[in-house]
């Protein structure tokens, strides 16, 4: 099984970046409305994450807003496939940012930034932007299986200039060094189900979020800023918000829960405005399964 799986992707990869680009995206589009058709565990568990975002929504307009989220997510995967062919004036070209000193000044500065931000959009494309512009990115990277596949991934991100650590090793140590050497931090952090992360509320309902951003940012001084990535027709949107204040009183844990449900509500706001970009096909509530809708 894991084999068929490391071939279904490696695959896919070559075909998808060695097609014409209009037929790349149409063929995504096509295999989006296939998945979405067949009702799986996926589109099952996107539906009741989209619900919960929107509980004002019919029927009618959730299975649409479904139906589009699905295409998204095949976009962000085709994305994938290409980007490694991709020139670097496209990577530049190909992105919008709102609000970019809040993640360079403090970088040039030397103090070094954090910025932690959802699945959504194309997270690796705004990753390749910044590599293309000079500037380090480290992130974290969730071990896969197969082995083959976790390493084709590595290699991936790497390309593009990507330092990437393997989120089931002590990392921790790693991101402060290159944090105090002034470089970039990006972390995914919308989900943690493990009993290390904290509790927050996320869009009025708990759930558990990792503590990695404002730990780094307490024990390091880097600022902890927060940034949503969503397509805009052919390009990518990135809206960083100002850095998140480090609470002056209180222990370190409560000063860490306060920084992460800052980032919790920034994430909503954003998902809920652009919630057909936030690729979310996982488990994120901890209090069980959003009730199917009448």
Request: glycine fraction near 6%.
């Amino acid at each position: 099984m894991k084999n068929l799986t490391y071939w279904a992707y490696s695959t896919a990869w070559f075909i998808v970046r060695m097609l014409p680009e209009k037929i790349a995206y149409s063929l995504a589009q096509i295999a989006a409305d296939q998945i979405y058709s067949r009702n799986g565990k996926q589109i099952e568990r996107l539906r009741s994450n989209y619900a919960r975002v929107h509980p004002e929504l019919s029927k009618g307009d959730l299975e649409a807003l479904v139906k589009a989220g699905m295409r998204s997510y095949l976009r962000y995967w085709c994305d994938t496939f290409r980007l490694p062919s991709w020139s670097t004036k496209k990577i530049i070209a190909d992105v919008i940012v709102e609000n970019q000193h809040f993640l360079t000044d403090p970088i040039d500065d030397g103090r070094g930034c954090i910025v932690s931000l959802p699945h959504a959009g194309n997270w690796d494309h705004a990753g390749a932007y910044f590599c293309a512009l000079g500037y380090k990115v480290v992130t974290v990277a969730e071990h896969l299986e197969p082995e083959k596949l976790f390493r084709k991934f590595l290699a991936y991100r790497e390309a593009v200039g990507m330092e990437v650590l393997d989120a089931s090793a002590r990392s921790l140590g790693t991101l402060s060094q290159r944090l105090r050497s002034g470089g970039l931090v990006a972390l995914v952090a919308d989900r943690d189900l493990s009993k290390s992360g904290v509790d927050v509320d996320f869009l009025d309902f708990p759930a558990r979020m990792p503590v990695g951003p404002a730990v780094l940012s307490i024990q390091t001084g880097a600022p902890l800023i927060t940034a949503f990535v969503s397509y805009e027709a052919k390009k990518i949107r990135i809206v960083f918000q100002k850095p998140i204040e480090i609470p002056s009183e209180g222990s370190q844990q409560e000063k860490i829960a306060f920084m992460i449900q800052e980032s919790a509500n920034r994430f909503a706001g954003h998902i809920h405005e652009k919630t057909v970009d936030w690729h979310m096909l996982q488990r994120i509530w901890i209090d069980g399964d959003f009730e199917e809708r009448a």
